[in-house]
């Protein structure tokens, strides 16, 4: 699909406007644009968005949108979505190679035949998927909701949920159903070390433990809490604790500490001394190359209207039945 280079793009700092802010800001009234933001956005891509949120709330965005370009701050299959629900709008990502892992971990053919094995069962897949993968599913989820429609599918109906293993075995242990696995997994969110966690929680014994879904069991089974960017966003703020170990990507806590800047947050460490836990794709967009895709309006996303067609209609479903 898109080859991914993990190296950000180097600028002559005399190609920008002294003030980035002001220039980003001026083009969105031009292009009469909306900036959406993932909370693992970088910091300053965070201040600029309209909006920020977790995969969930930023498709209910674009889904409601009126802006006529989507400026989309997060990685290809989030853009994606936002572009399958507004076929007829301009849907710009800063940096096309902003892959996923855990997307890249599911590729069409192979699953094709997957589901053929299995010609008996629906598909719910994570949105973390292609939209190859969206076109041959049932219902689309999202780390928010995995729970939510699992419980809604009947009993008797046998499901195949793709492509997080991690986030499946979670709404298996929740829902008590059993699904058929997709073992796809983010490198981002198996990075974290149970070991280094749990030192941690030694050394800040009030910290509260908080994990996103797609971490493994070994560190999930650690958590206080469990739900995804917004769900551990508002679990934070709620908490009486002054303390968290937030086992997700480390982008989440711009937004906590701006919400509570009097509390303690946490990276959990990764398993080798790295910066592994900040999500390499996301991390390719930077506030120069957003200024400059809505200077261009380049580089757009594009899809065929016949995957387009058939990926729209698991994602209404989530959303209706969200
Ligand atoms: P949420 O946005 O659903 O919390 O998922 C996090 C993630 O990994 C996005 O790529
Ligand atoms: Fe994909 Fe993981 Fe990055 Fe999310 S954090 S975009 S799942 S690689």
């Not at 849907?91 to 094709?112: Q, Y």
């Not at 900040?278 to 895709?293: F, G, S, V």
Request: with cysteine; net charge negative; glycine share 2%.
């Amino acid at each position: 699909m898109f080859a991914t280079d993990l190296t950000k793009n180097k600028f002559q700092s005399n190609d920008f406007p002294a003030d980035l802010f002001a220039a980003i800001k001026e083009l969105k009234k031009e292009l009469n644009a909306v900036i959406l933001a993932h909370y693992y956005q970088d910091s300053d891509i965070q201040d600029i968005a309209d909006y920020i949120g977790d995969s969930l709330g930023l498709s209910q965005k674009a889904a409601a949108t009126n802006a006529d370009v989507i400026v989309f701050a997060g990685v290809h299959f989030m853009a994606e979505t936002a572009k399958i629900l507004n076929p007829d709008k301009l849907v710009l990502l800063p940096d096309l190679e902003a892959g996923c892992s855990l997307a890249d971990s599911c590729p069409p053919k192979e699953f094709a035949a997957f589901k053929a094995d299995r010609p008996d069962h629906i598909v719910i897949s994570y949105i973390n998927c292609s939209a190859e993968i969206k076109a041959m599913s049932d219902i689309i989820c999202t780390s928010s909701n995995a729970v939510k429609i699992v419980q809604q599918i009947p009993q008797e109906t046998p499901i195949i949920f793709a492509p997080d293993k991690n986030l499946g075995r979670y709404v298996m242990e929740q829902t008590g159903r059993d699904l058929v696995l997709w073992e796809g997994a983010c490198i981002v969110h198996e990075t974290f070390s149970e070991k280094k966690i749990i030192e941690l929680k030694i050394d800040h014994p009030e910290a509260e433990i908080i994990a996103h879904p797609e971490c493994e069991q070994v560190v999930l089974r650690h958590a206080d809490y469990i739900g995804s960017t917004t769900a551990l966003l508002k679990y934070s703020q709620q908490s009486s604790s002054r303390e968290f170990i937030v086992a997700t990507e480390p982008g989440i806590i711009h937004q906590m500490q701006k919400q509570t800047p009097n509390k303690q947050f946490i990276p959990a460490p990764s398993t080798n001394n790295c910066a592994c836990n900040e999500c390499p794709y996301m991390r390719l967009n930077t506030l120069e190359k957003l200024y400059l895709a809505m200077k261009n309006r380049t580089p757009e996303i594009t899809i065929s209207e016949q995957i387009q067609k058939a990926a729209l209609k698991p994602i209404q479903k989530m959303l209706e039945l969200s």
